[in-house]
């Protein structure tokens, strides 16, 4: 239904700054919702950003003011930058797309691994 590309990870010492991006086989106009969330270690999955139709967006707690999640909607892109790393944001970080149906049905990249250390 939907191919999801990320890129971007890797490993960055505390205090830096890392971009992921992602790129989807769908129009955006076709999603309800496109952006990250992130697994770390021994827990569940969880919310990072998002941008939601109309172009709201949504961050996890302790990511607003550090993460910024951007699109460009003629591309079908989403990119969220992460800045002030910290060894706690270490975690796979998956892009999700949802797309509009009678019942939204959620996509997931592959994902791609984010290690904060120095």
């Known amino acids: 239904q939907v191919q999801i590309e990320e890129s971007g990870g890797g490993l960055v010492q505390p205090g830096g700054s890392l971009t992921l991006s992602c790129a989807a086989s769908?129009?955006?106009?076709?999603?309800?919702?496109m952006g990250w969330y992130r697994q770390r270690p021994g827990t569940e999955r969880e919310l990072v950003a998002v941008?939601?139709?109309?172009?709201?967006?949504n961050y996890g707690d302790q990511m607003a003011g550090r993460f910024t999640i951007s699109r460009d909607v003629r591309k079908s892109t989403t990119t969220l930058q992460m800045n002030n790393l910290s060894p706690e944001d270490t975690a796979v970080y998956y892009c999700?797309?949802?797309?509009?149906?009678?019942?939204?049905?959620?996509?997931w990249g592959k994902g791609t691994q984010v290690t904060v250390s120095s």
């Open positions: 769908r129009y955006i106009n076709d999603m309800s919702q």
């Open positions: 999700n797309v949802r797309l509009k149906a009678v019942i939204d049905r959620d996509y």
């Open positions: 941008i939601r139709s109309g172009g709201i967006t």
